[in-house]
């Protein structure tokens, strides 16, 4: 007897990663409250932020996500709280939920951008780069907050040299507003698909 799959999830909670630079130096002079607008934004619209659970960018934006009420997720490069605080100076006050990965900064990268539903690119350094591209080669939709300094500012001239498959499902904003809103429409026009998709399966069996 074969087996039958469970139905798509309706929620309407997304999981949304902001990447951006730990160190704000490559940054815009402004960045602190562009990260915490996006935070802000994310938990307005009542969708869960995702984040490298570390300072800067990643770090204004829970706190924004905070502010606001929103519900804030971090994903840790340690193997656990003490870990996170004493070996990597870390910071957890934001935080709803901690998920000690273990897996250093590289591996967490990886466990997180897979994670998610969606992931917006913040200024950012190599760590923004790495999950950028692991978030390509995932097919998640990115959003690009450009003139925020940093690897955001380079993608879309990186894009153009570098052919990629999954190039149309970059979004560009320079509103956090807009661009979160944009990413959220994206996400559910792709859970539509899906679900479309798996009925119009069923009815050919």
């Given at each position: 007897?074969?087996?039958?799959?469970?139905?798509?999830?309706?929620?309407?909670?997304?999981?949304?990663?902001?990447?951006?630079?730990?160190?704000?130096?490559?940054?815009?002079?402004?960045?602190?409250?562009?990260?915490?607008?996006?935070?802000?934004?994310?938990?307005?619209?009542?969708?869960?932020?995702?984040?490298?659970?570390?300072?800067g960018v990643p770090y204004f934006a829970a706190l924004g996500c905070k502010e606001a009420g929103g519900f804030n997720v971090g994903f840790s490069p340690a193997d656990s709280e003490l870990a996170h605080i004493k070996s990597y100076c870390l910071p957890v006050d934001p935080f709803d939920i901690m998920i000690y990965t273990g897996a250093d900064y590289s591996g967490r990268d990886i466990i997180m951008t897979k994670s998610a539903e969606a992931v917006i690119i913040i200024c950012g350094r190599m760590?923004?780069?790495?999950?950028?591209?692991?978030?390509?080669?995932?097919?998640?939709?990115?959003?690009?907050?450009e003139r925020s300094g940093g690897v955001a500012d380079e993608i879309r001239s990186l894009i153009k040299r570098v052919y990629s498959r999954e190039s149309?499902?970059?979004?560009?904003?320079?509103?956090?507003?807009?661009?979160v809103t944009k990413m959220i429409e994206t996400v559910k026009k792709i859970k539509e698909h899906n679900q479309s998709h798996l009925k119009n399966k069923k009815s050919k069996k």
């Open positions: 007897m074969k087996k039958s799959c469970p139905k798509l999830s309706k929620k309407i909670k997304y999981n949304i990663v902001v990447s951006g630079a730990a160190d704000i130096a490559p940054c815009c002079h402004n960045i602190e409250e562009l990260s915490t607008e996006v935070g802000m934004e994310i938990a307005r619209a009542g969708h869960t932020l995702v984040t490298g659970a570390t300072t760590g923004t780069l790495h999950e950028f591209t692991t978030a390509i080669e995932t097919n998640k939709p990115i959003g690009v907050l149309e499902k970059i979004i560009f904003e320079t509103n956090p507003k807009i661009l």
